[in-house]
């Protein structure tokens, strides 16, 4: 059975930093895209950052682009993101998936796998 367990969400001033993790059990996980979505109260699920299997390719939002850093360790099979200068609009659930696809991804039809998501909180 295939797990991926986020951590690390919570509640930041604006301008704060906060590390997730996301660790992933039942797959082969150094074989697997990894990726991270957030999805705020209303709203659709956004592509915030992705890593390929072997962290030679990584692909980032527009939003996310010189604040987040994505990155993985497969030894630990687990994949972080790195969010440094929090706004309020960063506000969200934040969900790490994995992909199978040999191209990565950003839309969410091509993740297979999903966490239940952590909480991010960034006050004003």
């Known amino acids: 059975q295939v797990q991926l367990v986020e951590s690390g969400g919570g509640l930041v001033q604006a301008g704060g930093s906060l590390r997730l993790s996301c660790v992933a059990s039942g797959l082969s996980f150094s074989g697997y895209n990894m990726g991270w979505f957030r999805q705020a109260p209303g709203k659709e699920r956004d592509f915030v950052a992705a890593?390929?299997?072997?962290?030679?390719?990584?692909y980032y939002a527009d939003s996310a682009k010189g604040r987040f850093t994505i990155s993985r360790d497969n030894a630990k099979n687990t994949v972080y993101l790195q969010m440094n200068s929090l706004k309020p609009e960063d506000t969200a659930n934040y969900y790490c998936a994995a992909s199978s696809t040999r191209v990565l991804p950003a839309e969410t039809r091509e993740y297979r796998y999903w966490g239940q998501g952590t909480q991010v909180t960034v006050s004003s």
């Open positions: 890593v390929s299997w072997n962290t030679a390719s990584k």
